[in-house]
């Protein structure tokens, strides 16, 4: 195996001036030997999966890299001339059925040439091998647009974002499904689970659900009232079922200047209604992600939007109606994943964001 970029682990054991009692010197030298301890066997482990992985691919790895993204563990692997990505199952959020879904995701959209998405390598579901699940893709070219947005031209984010509605257009029409909900990689291929026959019936149960997770877990949670009147008269019972996105976020992207060149991220695969997608795609896209811009540009790359969108499926009649209802779903989504995002951010910083998902929610609100 070739030698490999690996994190030490520090051996010394030091007692800061603080620790004045003996007693304390005690406990202090266990909890360290404890750690490090904790660390060498996580060195260890880590060692196996690489090996195991390298084994599988046939290529001697250089450098592995763990990369700060997503619900769950993602490394960055390199081999003399090729890199890879391995995502890895630790989230007990992420339901493990999901996560089983998204390589096969990746799989049925990556026939279409024209939809930018990885090729699966292999995948090990197992946990016999590994204690985790975990499954290895190609790295595709590009770079975070999320982590450029201030320096992209009006150009380039105007070709992006009609370039995505393209894109989610064409995934749209690749599959349907026979009921509504999320999608589960169990068995020999994607199916749905917590399903509901109506479409209606699904989106009142996941804004239901939405709504408790703020209330549970929220300091001084905002009242989310579900819209059940709108979602009853303005939505579709039963409209075509087709995999939807949900998360549709330009760090969910690569692009190379003006090109998309990955389309990643199916960390909550679902199906549903193709307009739903399609609305969350220009409320995270444009009005969350690109806020900062002016009302101008941002009515234009609206406009862009849809317009790639429309170059594969048209949009019916009081669609305006609808798309109210689905923004303020995606408000809704916002604060219920705040609970779990949030946490990351120091005390000002989550004060502020807390303020402004609520100032969201009253704006939406039907």
């Given at each position: 195996?070739?030698?490999?970029?690996?994190?030490?682990?520090?051996?010394?054991?030091?007692?800061?001036?603080?620790?004045?009692?003996?007693?304390?010197?005690?406990?202090?030298?266990?909890?360290?030997?404890?750690?490090?301890?904790?660390?060498?066997?996580?060195?260890?482990?880590?060692?196996?999966?690489?090996?195991?992985?390298?084994?599988?691919?046939?290529?001697?790895?250089?450098?592995?890299?763990?990369?700060?993204?997503?619900?769950?563990?993602?490394?960055?692997?390199?081999?003399?001339?090729?890199?890879?990505?391995?995502?890895?199952?630790?989230?007990?959020?992420?339901?493990?059925?999901?996560?089983?879904?998204?390589?096969?995701?990746?799989?049925?959209?990556?026939?279409?040439?024209?939809?930018?998405?990885?090729?699966?390598?292999?995948?090990?579901?197992?946990?016999?091998?590994?204690?985790?699940?975990?499954?290895?893709?190609?790295?595709?070219?590009?770079?975070?647009?999320?982590?450029?947005?201030?320096?992209?031209?009006?150009?380039?984010?105007?070709?992006?974002?009609?370039?995505?509605?393209?894109?989610?257009?064409k995934i749209h029409n690749i599959t349907s499904f026979d009921n509504y909900g999320m999608?589960?990689?169990?068995?020999?291929?994607?199916?749905?689970?917590?399903?509901?026959?109506?479409?209606?019936?699904?989106?009142?149960?996941?804004?239901?659900?939405?709504?408790?997770?703020?209330?549970?877990?929220?300091?001084?949670?905002?009242?989310?009232?579900?819209?059940?009147?709108?979602?009853?008269?303005?939505?579709?019972?039963?409209?075509?079922?087709?995999?939807?996105?949900?998360?549709?976020r330009l760090d969910n992207l690569l692009v190379d200047e003006e090109t998309i060149t990955?389309?990643?991220?199916?960390?909550?695969?679902?199906?549903?209604?193709?307009?739903?997608?399609?609305?969350?795609?220009?409320?995270?896209?444009?009005?969350?992600?690109?806020?900062?811009?002016?009302?101008?540009?941002?009515?234009?790359?609206?406009?862009?939007?849809?317009?790639?969108?429309?170059?594969?499926?048209?949009?019916?009649?009081?669609?305006?109606?609808?798309?109210?209802?689905?923004?303020?779903?995606?408000?809704?989504?916002?604060?219920?994943?705040?609970?779990?995002?949030?946490?990351?951010?120091?005390?000002?910083?989550?004060?502020?964001?807390?303020?402004?998902?609520?100032?969201?929610?009253?704006?939406?609100?039907?």
């Amino acid at each position: 195996m070739a030698r490999r970029h690996v994190a030490n682990v520090e051996t010394r054991v030091q007692i800061p001036d603080a620790a004045k009692s003996a007693d304390s010197k005690v406990k202090l030298i266990l909890r360290t030997v404890r750690d490090y301890f904790h660390r060498a066997a996580d060195c260890v482990m880590k060692e196996r999966f690489f090996g195991l992985v390298e084994k599988e691919l046939g290529d001697e790895l250089i450098a592995v890299e763990e990369i700060d993204e997503g619900l769950n563990t993602v490394y960055r692997l390199e081999s003399e001339d090729k890199e890879y990505i391995v995502k890895v199952h630790t989230n007990e959020q992420n339901e493990i059925t999901w996560f089983k879904a998204e390589p096969r995701i990746y799989e049925l959209i990556s026939d279409n040439e024209d939809v930018p998405s990885p090729e699966i390598i292999f995948k090990d579901f197992s946990e016999e091998r590994y204690e985790d699940s975990f499954y290895v893709m190609e790295r595709l070219p590009g770079r975070n647009p999320d982590k450029i947005k201030h320096d992209l031209s009006k150009k380039e984010l105007l070709n992006i974002v009609r370039r995505y509605g393209q894109i989610l257009g064409k995934i749209h029409n690749i599959t349907s499904f026979d009921n509504y909900g999320m999608l589960s990689g169990e068995g020999d291929s994607l199916q749905t689970i917590n399903d509901a026959e109506k479409w209606t019936w699904s989106l009142k149960g996941t804004i239901d659900a939405w709504a408790d997770i703020v209330k549970d877990k929220w300091d001084e949670p905002v009242k989310i009232d579900t819209p059940e009147t709108e979602i009853r008269e303005r939505l579709p019972e039963e409209p075509d079922s087709v995999l939807i996105h949900s998360d549709n976020r330009l760090d969910n992207l690569l692009v190379d200047e003006e090109t998309i060149t990955g389309f990643l991220d199916w960390s909550h695969p679902r199906t549903g209604h193709n307009e739903y997608d399609l609305v969350r795609a220009e409320y995270l896209l444009i009005d969350w992600d690109l806020d900062f811009k002016d009302d101008q540009l941002k009515e234009v790359l609206r406009e862009r939007l849809y317009q790639g969108y429309k170059e594969f499926n048209s949009l019916k009649e009081d669609f305006d109606d609808r798309r109210e209802v689905y923004r303020f779903a995606t408000t809704a989504w916002l604060a219920a994943g705040f609970a779990n995002w949030g946490s990351k951010l120091n005390e000002k910083e989550h004060r502020e964001m807390r303020e402004e998902i609520i100032k969201r929610i009253r704006e939406e609100s039907l």
